[in-house]
């Protein structure tokens, strides 16, 4: 199964897509969700995304002022007030 991703700032939507794990970087510390995880809500403190697509390919980018959420039926929303990708 793979997670739907969705990755936006204040201004546009920065990366949309399928992927297998997506690593975030919250005040708690780093947390990573694969399909299934239990619904969450975090809080992002500046760093990285690192978002794993089902064929490898890795998508970075850097994140702040903001949250992640994983919700039932494996969708993960990442809003932050300022984001961009780095790779």
Do not use: C, Y
Request: net charge negative; aromatic share 4%.
């Amino acid at each position: 199964m793979a997670l739907q991703v969705n990755l936006v700032s204040a201004e546009a939507e920065i990366w949309s897509g399928e992927a297998s794990l997506v690593v975030a970087k919250t005040v708690e510390g780093e947390i990573g969700f694969m399909a299934g995880h239990e619904p969450t809500l975090a809080v992002l403190a500046d760093g990285q995304v690192r978002i794993t697509q089902a064929d490898g390919t890795k998508v970075i980018a850097d994140a702040s002022d903001g949250f992640v959420s994983m919700e039932v039926g494996d969708t993960i929303n990442v809003v932050a007030g300022q984001a961009q990708l780095v790779s």
